[in-house]
């Protein structure tokens, strides 16, 4: 009876152990695709499992042989060994199989594929912002810049849809960023100008500004609002040159030519002063303005105005 008891108890902890490799060759054999658990959280679950059940059945075999036995014990000792490390084999082979299997679910085929996938969401999201879908807008770029991280019209269609919702810190990092990949895109410095007039950042308005002219200096709107900004911070002298190359671009614009004939009083610029005048006086013979520019330039001619 004394024999028998150890016997049985080692018996019984190779059955334990045999448990847990059938398990492991299970997993690895019968691996079904569709239903694969998370790589990690198996791993822990087994591996807590596992070091558990072998070191209750060895340390049982142990106890129950006592010294007579030893060699008993050092024979289980030696059979944890090598059951931990076959089953660690088959453990890690379940895990190589699972991530190739992962990968091929849900990896897209070749970076043309993810570009073409990219552009597809990007028509999609143009779509939703037209129609003032914002979120699903907004969605649709955040997944097309995550297949192509390089997608301009991406970054720019996201700059939009943060600044529709009026989330203009996420729209002015979205903008900048874009500047980052295309650095001469002036409609970009457009936007950003935009955004830091709103917040009254009247330094860094008049410098986009000045950014975008410099990109595309055939455009007469943006003169035009340079001028506005740089009276507004009483920069008089660099407006008067600002509306002048936006009623250059645009001789017949009686918004710009007014603008410029008061600016060239303002600033005491008697020959200008004339020169526009007689240019709005036949763009726009109808002004109510015409009299009291008339006088004004008479009087600089007598010398009541002056610079």
Do not use: C
Not at 101 to 109: C, G
Not at 222 to 239: D, W
Not at 270 to 278: I, P
């Amino acid at each position: 009876m004394s024999l028998l008891l150890p016997l049985i108890l080692i018996v019984v902890s190779l059955i334990v152990m045999g448990v847990v490799i059938s398990r492991k060759y299970t997993q690895l054999t019968l691996l079904d695709v569709d239903n694969l658990p998370e790589v990690k959280e198996e791993r822990m679950k087994t591996d807590l499992w596992r070091k558990r059940a072998i070191e209750r059945a060895t340390s049982m075999t142990v106890e129950a042989s006592g010294k007579s036995f030893s060699w008993f014990a050092a024979w289980s000792k030696k059979m944890k060994q090598w059951l931990i490390q076959y089953i660690n084999t088959l453990e890690q082979k379940v895990q190589e199989q699972t991530q190739k299997v992962y990968l091929k679910k849900n990896a897209i085929v070749s970076e043309e594929d993810q570009v073409s996938e990219a552009k597809r969401l990007v028509q999609e999201a143009a779509q939703s912002y037209e129609h003032e879908e914002y979120e699903k807008a907004e969605e649709k770029y955040i997944a097309a810049i995550r297949l192509d991280q390089k997608n301009i019209d991406a970054y720019r269609g996201l700059g939009d849809v943060y600044y529709a919702l009026n989330q203009q810190k996420e729209a002015e990092e979205t903008y900048k960023f874009l500047l980052q990949l295309d650095p001469t895109n002036d409609k970009t410095m457009l936007k950003l100008a935009e955004l830091a007039e709103e917040r009254d950042d009247l330094k860094s308005a008049i410098y986009y500004y000045e950014q975008a002219i410099l990109i595309n200096d055939n455009i007469s709107i943006r003169f035009f609002k340079l001028g506005e900004l740089l009276e507004e911070v009483e920069q008089h002298e660099t407006s008067l040159e600002a509306f002048r190359q936006a009623a250059e671009l645009e001789p017949q614009n009686p918004k710009y030519l007014d603008k410029l004939l008061e600016t060239s009083i303002m600033v005491g610029r008697k020959d200008l002063a004339e020169e526009v005048y007689q240019q709005l006086r036949m763009v726009n013979p109808e002004n109510q303005k015409l009299e009291i520019f008339k006088d004004k330039i008479e009087k600089m001619v007598v010398g009541e105005i002056s610079k």
